[in-house]
């Protein structure tokens, strides 16, 4: 059984408390995580990725909505729950995925660099 998420930058695993999290079996529902991943092959073509049987996610790329409430009232009363495991509602879709630095989603939004003035051109015009 796999003990580790398969987002692109994510080392959480099984082992450190993560709850995982298998794809969906539901047609759009499984292309939306597929779409939310964003992970693409490496190489020439780039084609998108697609998940194994053995692909799991998080509980890290989750807002809070996405859990069944009850396993955090089992924990707030003080009910155990091995590893504090999480449940995920029907329907939920993963949103959050911190993008590594250079990536395309970056690219777009980050301001381009300031060019610097080269010592050469200066140096040329404190002669002239």
Known sequence: M???CVAANCTNKRADG?????MPSDE??????IQQIRRRRSGPNG???NPTKNSFLCCAHFTEDCFNPVSKLKQ???IEMKQHKKFLLPGAVPSIFPRARGTESEAS???PKKRRKSGAVEKRRRIE
């Open 2 to 4: 796999p003990n580790q």
């Open 18 to 22: 993560f709850s995982l999290f298998q």
């Open 28 to 33: 759009n529902l499984r292309a939306k995580w």
């Open 47 to 49: 084609k998108l990725w």
């Open 76 to 78: 707030q009363f003080g």
């Open 109 to 111: 939004t980050a301001q």
